[in-house]
């Protein structure tokens, strides 16, 4: 059973610093990998999707790497900015299952001005 | 182009009772997904729909029922509500490749 785990669960950091967010998940056999952002009460914004066959994406100051042999994403966000804080979550997608997500808890990401 | 859409924003109602949730997906998306998400968790997989039929489903009740229209347009249904089924409902839909997911703004149930 596919598992995901983000740490930590809550960050907070001094605005400009670079910081990285962590995901594992327990199964290699992946179909993709998204990052999401949620800000409170609200739905879930697409940040960077990395293929299975992908080693990183990068995305203005966000840059995600993907190591499926040991089970491990990083979004690296650098020079932070108080307007990145919210929620990260990560997700994984199965082969043959049609997408279907299976989510990490996020980690709460707090930037202080 | 707009993107995923959800109605209602907000919804409140009571134990016992019923509720359907609405979704149109992303122009150009024929498969639409649907999400649990409570306080503090991360969003919990319900079911998908594509061709109008349910092709996956995760460890919901059968309590929570869905359908997809020939628009892709989709409802999820909840019947019996209970306290726990307060949550934010999200949906989402893709298309087929790379299954890159689009959400919407979520449909915020409280059950008094």
């Known amino acids: 059973k596919q598992e995901v785990t983000q740490i930590p669960a809550a960050l907070s950091v001094p605005e400009g610093e670079n910081l990285v967010l962590n995901c594992s998940f327990t199964d290699s056999a992946i179909y993709n990998l998204q990052w999401f952002r949620q800000d409170p009460g609200k739905g879930l914004t697409s940040l960077l999707l990395i293929q299975s066959s992908q080693r990183e994406q990068t995305s203005g100051r966000l840059n995600a790497s993907l190591d499926k042999s040991s089970g491990r994403s990083t979004l690296y966000i650098a020079a932070s900015q108080p307007g990145d804080s919210a929620t990260y979550l990560c997700?994984?997608?199965?082969?043959?299952?049609?997408?279907?997500?299976?989510f990490g808890q996020g980690t709460e990401l707090s930037v202080k001005p | 182009d707009a993107g995923v859409t959800q109605s209602p924003t907000h919804l409140i109602k009571t134990r016992g009772q019923q509720v359907t949730l609405r979704c149109s997906p992303k122009s150009g998306h024929d498969t639409v997904s649907w999400y649990q998400q409570a306080l503090g968790q991360g969003p919990q997989f319900i079911f998908q729909?594509?061709?109008?039929?349910?092709?996956q489903r995760g460890n919901f009740p059968d309590r929570f029922s869905g359908h997809q229209f020939p628009n892709y347009s989709s409802e999820l249904n909840v019947n019996a509500l209970l306290l726990g089924d307060s949550a934010l409902y999200l949906c989402a839909s893709t298309s087929g490749g790379l299954y890159e997911q689009f959400f919407g703004p979520g449909t915020r149930l409280t059950v008094l």
């Open positions: 729909y594509y061709e109008e039929e349910e092709r």
């Open positions: 997700a994984v997608s199965i082969y043959n299952q049609g997408g279907k997500l299976i």
